[in-house]
């Protein structure tokens, strides 16, 4: 899908394109939303270079992610995308030209749509290419601080179920959750930030004075939100060992509550072991009160033992 925004007369207007219209004069962004070959083909009418594969998008290395040639600056950065309970990590591919911003996307973002709204309903107003750039990577950077702070309260209500629920599993299971959406946001925040250093490094010529200064507020709020994930990555280590104590503590209960048993029960077993044994001359099996004797002798043995254990504080 083909999704060209256009300003005309400082008004913006949204168009959905198809492969047999031509590309507006006036466009802002330029939007493809899992393109097919079709509109690949399309887009490369209006380009100089070949235009990204979507293995493209996934490469590490940081000559496939950011560079430049005659289209302008190349970026693929990683969005993160909440997916229920679990977050994921979008890679969208950013082609800053001179006259229009070209997004290049296989899934759908939540922050584009975000921005979409935002144009849409005149909450931002932003006329060149590289404000529109920064201002949706000011949106990802806010959306991944509010995703920090949603980690840390999810632990804070963990800490206090560790040593009061029951439920161990289900414990284990979201301190796993949070430390895996934790990585992501990690991963996403040292994304942007080697985007937005390789921006101001090689492209700054291009930026106005406050485009610089809204860059610069970006880094330095993204140096700001490591430590906070770095101090999540502390807490989820120390409640994993927290409730892997826990658990070893109630194991070690129900070890002890077996343990104790068994020797309890050991003295009337000696005692009913004994009179079990097929002896010809035992005085006590032609007694009439021997069978109650004996039952009486187990029943104080165990209780002697468990009294006994009582008294030392073993249980």
């Known amino acids: 899908m083909i999704t060209a925004y256009v300003y005309i007369d400082r008004k913006l207007s949204i168009l959905e394109l198809d492969i047999k219209d031509q590309l507006p004069e006036e466009t802002l962004w330029l939007d493809l939303h899992r393109p097919t070959d079709e509109e690949r083909d399309w887009l490369s009418y209006y380009s100089v270079e070949e235009v990204p594969e979507e293995e493209d998008f996934n490469e590490i290395e940081a000559s496939a992610r950011f560079y430049q040639n005659s289209d302008g600056l190349?970026?693929?950065?990683?969005?993160?995308?909440?997916?229920?309970?679990d977050i994921k990590g979008v890679n969208v591919s950013f082609n800053?030209?001179?006259?229009?911003?070209?997004?290049?996307?296989?899934?759908?973002?939540?922050l584009i749509r975000l921005l979409r709204n935002y144009l849409r309903l005149g909450r931002v107003e932003v006329t060149t290419p590289q404000a529109l750039f920064l201002e949706l990577f000011t949106l990802k950077v806010d959306y991944l601080s509010d995703l920090i702070e949603d980690v840390y309260t999810v632990l804070e209500n963990v800490s206090e179920e560790v040593f009061e629920s029951n439920e161990l599993d289900d414990i284990?299971?979201?301190i796993t959750l949070q430390e895996d959406s934790n990585g992501k946001i990690r991963l996403s925040l040292l994304d942007t930030q080697r985007s937005l250093r390789y921006m101001q490094r090689y492209y700054r010529g291009q930026l106005t004075e406050e485009n610089l200064k809204e860059l610069r507020e970006?880094?330095?709020d993204i140096e700001s939100l490591m430590p906070h994930s770095q101090f999540i990555f502390?807490?989820?280590n120390f409640l994993l060992d927290a409730a892997m104590g826990f658990s070893g503590l109630q194991?070690?209960?129900?070890?002890?509550?077996?343990?104790v048993a068994a020797v309890v029960f050991l003295p009337p077993t000696l005692i009913a072991s004994s009179y079990g044994m097929n002896f010809t001359?035992?005085?006590?099996?032609?007694w009439r009160l021997g069978y109650p004797m004996a039952i009486l002798m187990m029943i104080a043995s165990a209780a002697g033992t468990y009294l006994f254990f009582r008294r030392k504080g073993w249980l």
Not at 74 to 85: A, D, E, K, T, Y
Not at 96 to 108: G, H, Q, V
Not at 251 to 259: A, L
């Open 218 to 220: 970006m880094l330095s």
């Open 234 to 236: 502390d807490k989820l």
């Open 251 to 259: 194991q070690n209960k129900i070890i002890k509550i077996f343990s």
């Open 281 to 286: 001359s035992m005085p006590e099996l032609d």
């Open 74 to 85: 190349h970026i693929n950065s990683l969005f993160p995308q909440r997916v229920g309970q």
């Open 172 to 174: 284990f299971k979201l």
């Open 96 to 110: 800053l030209r001179s006259n229009f911003l070209l997004t290049i996307r296989e899934e759908d973002v939540g």
